[in-house]
DNA sequence: ATGCCGAAGTGAAACGTTTGAGTCAGGACT
DNA sequence: AGTCCTGACTCAAACGTTTCACTTCGGCAT
């Protein structure tokens, strides 16, 4: 369906020549178009009298170029570097079957999550020589699918989805980051939940917190169920009691105006201002991410509370507002970029090693660290 | 990749038993790879009964198909959809000489401000069937130079840097996102950085503000030429003196190991620590981005100031932690997003328009916008 | 009957590589 | 003297489109 997306925006009627006239015709003193064609496998094949089968393989370094004597390779080396030589990636990818593209689908490119974990998944990927396509997904099923179905016409060989939910097996192997949905061909990148609960959790009793207000996930996002049940078991483990009346938890429509980061902090906001007619019963929050803590730092010192005299908060993510908020929030950190790089890694695995590039699912733990600032306390 | 052979080539291609003995040779457990072939071009018009060229022309709505019969084109467009038929990016591409990508190049793809400028150039390139390959080239000079490389390759059909100075004209049209260098070829999107400094220092003046210290920005960086000759213009014109004992640059190295974000409040947190021991002098402090304007505030609270009582204090970008910090920091708002879409607006218009693509050095400015929070006050 | 025209396509050459199957000398071995 | 290598390449067919020049056919005017 989408092949009919040419936008009405093609000035299809200028006819190539209307450029060649209007070149002259407009300004007389203009440079004659350089138009810098680019040079050629046969070119560099012709100036150095050999084929251009040879002078490919020479230059993959292919394993059939072992029988070609050392210096001819050479002059081959030399002429490509002489003549400014560059493949024409098109035509190599057409040939070979190989794009060395991955697609990226994420929900926003500006949050900070989302490129933690590209910023990761970029320096392995250029590293070995690929490169990738963006799309920006906005939590919309539909531009999703369409985002997809675009890639897979680009040709890419495999996807990273990042905080990306599939609803479908993909066409290509793919990496979901935060993925908890198992398909064939998907490997998931997912934080080790139980023991970020766990590092979380066993902090707060270390400083004496006994009664602790929880902050669940959206439904839509892709690690509240795994964060919520790391929280319960860890709990229980250590005899915290989870008060549904110090439980709340974030909502948040796809597709809203207000971006998901906006809205993790205003409704940390309104929980904090909530929480503050229980004062007496809880000691510390532990957020779902760093934003929502924020939100509920700001509502409690508004309130009056003091953080971290009176409240401890917790946050997650270690986004860089964490580091530089006032206080600097104690935070469970995702390492987003080695989230990223292992990824980029696994897919590449897949997409390079002998191995079946479509293997059954499963899944990486990447571990969390807690990071320790100034928004925890000794409770009082 | 050697599986990627498929026994539904036999109809058109000779020797398929090469494959056909393979496949029960090597792994008989294994199971059967489906390996989807793609449909091609060449398919749709034997299943219609046509040539290629016409189903292509009819597909791509070219000009040449307005002879072929409205029943004929239903037909074809029905063929398409029913065989599932997704054009092959490569292939077209190859032929047309156009890739129908742009290659965006900036500092670090975890910098907010990137990441802003970003969203909106996505948005506006996605509406119009194109992509982009992202490469972040970490102020060094040598990869921005290995990635020009590498986009060229890619046959990019245009480039977008932000933040980042190119040294040579490119090889293809170009935008470069707070730009100052003028190139054949190249367009610069810029903020209009007197304007800027005009809504900053006088927002300080209406509140009473004479004793003013400033930070310029690192040497590197594109914006700090511009914005600080804005600046003196208008502290000219408004008689504010600018002392060079409460003028403080950030420094950069580029390539360090801490991303300049860290540094901006590193550095920001020291010249705070300065300026305590000047605290009768001055009343407000401009910094020159939100990053170093936090550290400050950070630095002048630890020394007992109060901000914004004691001193106010404007920041610069409006990235988001701007809103969630505390205070809610006075800034100006680069509109990231829009600057964004314009660079791709102008970047496509070059690249589909009937204008030489090469044209002259251009400027466009984009009018930046003063968000008033709680970092400022009324002189004491 | 001839010529001409428009409608409705078709043929085949690109585009720049990669790749599997050959070729072709010249020496080693039998 | 024939066979068999092996080294050093070359040939030509893909890969899936787009594009320009060309054909074919029926109808209409001359």
Same mark, same amino acid.
């Given at each position: 369906m989408a092949m009919t997306r040419d936008r009405k @925006?093609? %000035?299809? @009627? *200028?006819? %190539?020549e209307a450029v060649a006239e209007k070149a002259p015709a407009k300004r007389a003193p203009a440079k004659k178009a350089p138009v810098k064609k680019a040079v050629t496998l046969k070119e560099v094949a012709k100036h150095l009298g050999l084929s251009?089968? !040879? #002078? $490919?393989?020479?230059?993959?370094?292919? %394993? #059939?170029?072992? @029988?070609? %004597?050392? &210096? !001819?390779?050479?002059?081959?080396f030399a002429a490509a570097r002489e003549l400014k030589y560059r493949p024409n990636h098109l035509a190599r990818s057409l040939r070979s079957r190989r794009t060395r593209t991955v697609g990226v689908l994420l929900p926003e490119v500006v949050e900070p999550y989302a490129t933690g974990v590209l910023a990761g998944l970029e320096s392995?990927? /250029?590293?070995? +020589?690929? =490169?990738?396509?963006?799309? $920006?997904?906005?939590?919309e099923q539909r531009l999703l699918d369409e985002y997809l179905d675009l890639m897979r016409t680009r040709l890419v060989e495999g996807m990273v989805l990042i905080a990306t939910a599939l609803e479908q097996p993909p066409s290509v192997p793919s990496v979901v980051v935060a993925g908890h949905?198992?398909?064939? +061909?998907? !490997?998931? #990148?997912?934080?080790?939940?139980?023991?970020?609960?766990?590092?979380?959790?066993?902090?707060?009793? &270390?400083? +004496?917190h006994r009664k602790i207000a929880f902050f669940k996930g959206q439904e839509g996002n892709a690690d509240t169920a795994d964060r919520w049940r790391g929280i319960q078991q860890c709990a229980a483990t250590h005899g915290i009691e989870i008060r549904d009346e110090l439980t709340f938890q974030l909502a948040g429509e796809p597709g809203d105006e207000i971006s998901r980061t906006e809205q993790a902090f205003r409704q940390g906001e309104q929980y904090g201002r909530r929480?503050?007619?229980?004062?007496?019963? =809880?000691?510390?929050? =532990?957020? =779902?991410?760093?934003? $929502? *803590? /924020?939100g509920v730092i700001q509502a409690l010192v508004s309130g009056g509370l003091r953080v971290p005299e009176d409240v401890s908060v917790v946050g997650f993510d270690d986004i860089v507002n964490a580091q530089y908020y006032n206080p600097g929030l104690t935070t469970v950190r995702q390492p987003l970029h080695e989230m990223g790089e292992t990824a980029g890694r696994i897919l590449l695995e897949r997409l390079t090693g002998e191995e079946p590039a479509m293997e059954s699912a499963a899944v990486v733990t990447i571990e969390p660290e807690l990071v320790v600032r100034d928004s925890t306390a000794p409770v009082r």
């Amino acid at each position: 369906m989408a092949m009919t997306r040419d936008r009405k @925006s093609e %000035p299809a @009627s *200028a006819a %190539p020549e209307a450029v060649a006239e209007k070149a002259p015709a407009k300004r007389a003193p203009a440079k004659k178009a350089p138009v810098k064609k680019a040079v050629t496998l046969k070119e560099v094949a012709k100036h150095l009298g050999l084929s251009p089968a !040879t #002078v $490919s393989v020479v230059l993959n370094r292919s %394993p #059939v170029a072992d @029988s070609i %004597p050392r &210096e !001819t390779q050479d002059r081959v080396f030399a002429a490509a570097r002489e003549l400014k030589y560059r493949p024409n990636h098109l035509a190599r990818s057409l040939r070979s079957r190989r794009t060395r593209t991955v697609g990226v689908l994420l929900p926003e490119v500006v949050e900070p999550y989302a490129t933690g974990v590209l910023a990761g998944l970029e320096s392995h990927l /250029i590293h070995k +020589g690929y =490169f990738y396509l963006v799309a $920006s997904h906005r939590s919309e099923q539909r531009l999703l699918d369409e985002y997809l179905d675009l890639m897979r016409t680009r040709l890419v060989e495999g996807m990273v989805l990042i905080a990306t939910a599939l609803e479908q097996p993909p066409s290509v192997p793919s990496v979901v980051v935060a993925g908890h949905q198992k398909f064939e +061909g998907v !490997t998931n #990148v997912v934080l080790d939940h139980d023991r970020a609960a766990d590092l979380a959790l066993r902090h707060l009793l &270390e400083l +004496g917190h006994r009664k602790i207000a929880f902050f669940k996930g959206q439904e839509g996002n892709a690690d509240t169920a795994d964060r919520w049940r790391g929280i319960q078991q860890c709990a229980a483990t250590h005899g915290i009691e989870i008060r549904d009346e110090l439980t709340f938890q974030l909502a948040g429509e796809p597709g809203d105006e207000i971006s998901r980061t906006e809205q993790a902090f205003r409704q940390g906001e309104q929980y904090g201002r909530r929480l503050l007619e229980r004062r007496d019963e =809880f000691t510390a929050v =532990f957020a =779902f991410n760093d934003l $929502s *803590a /924020i939100g509920v730092i700001q509502a409690l010192v508004s309130g009056g509370l003091r953080v971290p005299e009176d409240v401890s908060v917790v946050g997650f993510d270690d986004i860089v507002n964490a580091q530089y908020y006032n206080p600097g929030l104690t935070t469970v950190r995702q390492p987003l970029h080695e989230m990223g790089e292992t990824a980029g890694r696994i897919l590449l695995e897949r997409l390079t090693g002998e191995e079946p590039a479509m293997e059954s699912a499963a899944v990486v733990t990447i571990e969390p660290e807690l990071v320790v600032r100034d928004s925890t306390a000794p409770v009082r």
